[in-house]
């Protein structure tokens, strides 16, 4: 069965930091992209917040850069994301998804949602003093 698995969400403070993590079964990460993408309460899902592809490259929105950080191990089937400063913006469900890659077109680093034919079932991540 193909699926994923995300982990790690919780509680904390502003300022604080959480990591979350990514677990495949099914098929093997080093043909695929790993995204994250979160909820927040009353929104719409974010597009793309960062992608770890393949080809060992990632993609972080702007407005991340610096607070989260992507790393990913092959050998464990496992994609990790580091969220540092976390502030109570950040607070949705975030979920993982995987995509085969490259697609049709050659392309890594995919971010268009579609793409994203694996999904997780999310993991909470509140912050709050």
């Known amino acids: 069965q193909v699926r994923v698995v995300e982990s790690g969400g919780g509680s904390v403070q502003p300022g604080g930091s959480l990591r979350l993590s990514c677990a495949a079964s099914g098929f093997t990460l080093d043909s695929f992209a790993i995204a994250w993408f979160r909820q927040a309460p009353g929104k719409e899902r974010e597009g793309a917040l960062c992608i770890s592809s393949s080809d060992g490259s990632a993609y972080y929105q702007d407005s991340l850069k610096g607070r989260f950080s992507l790393s990913r191990d092959n050998a464990k089937n496992t994609v990790h994301l580091q969220m540092n400063n976390l502030e109570p913006e950040d607070t949705a469900i975030y979920y993982c998804?995987?995509?085969?890659?490259?697609?049709?077109?050659?392309?890594?680093?995919?971010?268009?949602?579609?793409?994203?034919?694996?999904w997780g079932q999310g993991t909470q991540v509140t912050v709050s003093s």
């Open positions: 998804a995987a995509a085969r890659e490259p697609n049709s077109y050659g392309d890594y680093e995919l971010v268009l949602e579609y793409e994203y034919t694996c």
